[in-house]
């Protein structure tokens, strides 16, 4: 159990600096920016629970020939990384 919550603390600390440094990031760039707080909010966003369950969605072997259901979890994990 002592496991889990260091690594809680390590990673919630990991979000708030990469949260922090997005917020420079607007901060710096609000003369030139079209959108408010655009990177922050980007972040946030992918940030959420659910974020990425777009890419567990195959195309059906029975209406797409030559295709499968490969949306494994290794799959899954390494293009949500790639976003």
Excluded: C, Y
Excluded at 8 to 22: E, F, G, Q, R
């Amino acid at each position: 159990m002592m496991g889990r919550r260091r690594v809680a603390i390590v990673h919630d600390d990991l979000w708030l600096n990469t949260l922090d440094t997005v917020n420079a990031f607007d901060t710096a760039n609000a003369s030139t920016g079209t959108v408010k707080r655009r990177e922050a909010q980007r972040f946030t966003s992918a940030s959420q629970t659910g974020a990425g369950e777009f890419l567990r969605v195959s195309a059906s072997p029975a209406t797409t020939p030559g295709t499968s259901r490969t949306a494994t979890t290794s799959f899954f994990t390494h293009h949500l990384r790639l976003i």
